[in-house]
C-alpha cells in the first residue's frame, strides 16, 4: 500500500473552540491507482491533501507512505521522505520565468542530491512522456496553460515518487484540455505504478479514475464507479 490515511481526525482553532476539518478519515490508495477526492469548498479536501503530503501533523490518526508511518519520524527524516517519495501537482503550475521547461524539473532533482547530468537525461524523459519533448527549451510564456500544467505533472514525477498528490488540476484549462491532462494522470499512474489522489471540482472527469470518494463535513464516503475508464493512450498535445 503506497498511501494509507487511518482514522484521521485534524481540527484548527475558529475563535470560539476547535473547528473539525478532518473526521475520523480512512482512506486506502494501492499502486497504480488514482483516487479523485470530491465535494463542496470548506469540506475539508485540500486539508486531506495537506495531510497525506505531511505538510500538517492531525490530531490523531496515522499516515503511512510507502510503508513508512509518519507520526515515528522526526523532520529530516520527514524531509527526505517528501522529497523522494511524495510528488505533489499544484492548482496553478508555479513555474520559474527564468528557466526552461526542461530546468524547471532539473531543479527537482537537485533538490534531492541527484547528479546532474543524469537529471538533465531524466527531464528529457519525462518531458518526452508527458508530449512536450519538442518545448523542453521553451521557457514558461513560450508555452501554453495546458503545456505548463504537463511540465507541472512531469516536475511532480522527477524524483519516482510513490504518492502523487494533485490539487485542482484541470481549473485554468477548458473542458478538452482538462480532459487530456485527467487523462495524462491515469495513464502515468498506471505505467508507473504510484498512488495518486487527485482533488477536483469538475465531476465530468470521474470517468477517467479508479475510485472516487467525496468529502462532506470533514467525513469521507467512497462513491459509486461512474462506469468506464477513458481512453490510457496519452495525447501528445494540448
Known sequence: MNLSLTDITLTYPDGTGRLTALDQVSLEVPAGTV??????????????????????????????VAGRETRTLGPGALAELRRNHIGVVFQQPNLLPSLTAAEQLQV??????????????????????????????RRPHQLSGGQRQRVNIARALMNEP????????????????GAAVMNLLVNLTHERCTATVVVTHDRSHLRAVDRTAEVHDGRLAELPPPGGLISRRAPTTT
Open 162 to 177: 510513490s504518492v502523487l498528490l494533485v490539487d485542482e488540476p484541470t481549473s485554468a484549462l477548458d473542458q478538452e484540455r
Open 108 to 137: 527537482m532533482a537537485h533538490l534531492a542530491g541527484r547528479r546532474p547530468r543524469h537529471a538533465r537525461r531524466r527531464a528529457l524523459e519525462l518531458l518526452d512522456t508527458v508530449g512536450l519533448s519538442q518545448q523542453a527549451d
Open 35 to 64: 483516487v479523485a477526492v470530491v465535494g463542496p469548498s470548506g469540506s475539508g479536501k485540500s486539508s486531506l491533501l495537506a495531510v497525506a503530503a505531511t505538510l500538517i501533523t492531525p490530531d490523531s490518526g496515522s499516515v503511512t
